[in-house]
């Protein structure tokens, strides 16, 4: 069965980086979608990039475009979230989602995805 275990995260100032990594298990093949997502109490959980695995084509969301990298390991078979010049509203908990077959939406839309890892605090203070 699908598994997916997080790892990173945690506080840091505004600018600083942090990543957070996702560990994909049970899945047999290369063809899904992985994506990581941003959810802060009191709104829906906000899409911030996802990748294809096989197709390795990121997409994001535009406030993380240009500060954001999502990349896939293959030798650890992990999704991989770099976070640069963060900023205050990054600040939530990081989810990553795996949605089987391509990716629906740019991969950013919460609601399609079957499998979620148990998310990791990220903390940007100002």
């Known amino acids: 069965q699908v598994h997916l275990v997080q790892s990173g995260g945690g506080s840091v100032q505004t600018g600083g980086s942090l990543s957070v990594s996702c560990r994909v298990s049970?899945?047999?093949?290369?063809?899904?979608?992985l994506g990581w997502f941003r959810e802060v109490a009191g709104k829906e959980r906000e899409g911030v990039a996802a990748?294809?695995?096989?197709?390795?084509?990121?997409a994001y969301d535009d406030s993380a475009k240009g500060r954001f990298t999502i990349s896939h390991d293959k030798a650890e078979n992990t999704v991989n979230l770099e976070m640069n010049s963060l900023k205050p509203e990054d600040t939530g908990k990081y989810y990553c989602a795996l949605d089987r077959g391509p990716c629906k939406y740019r991969g950013l839309y919460y609601r399609v995805y079957g499998y979620w890892g148990q998310g990791t605090q990220v903390t940007v203070s100002s």
């Open positions: 049970g899945v047999t093949s290369d063809n899904y979608c």
């Open positions: 990748i294809h695995v096989a197709e390795d084509n990121p």
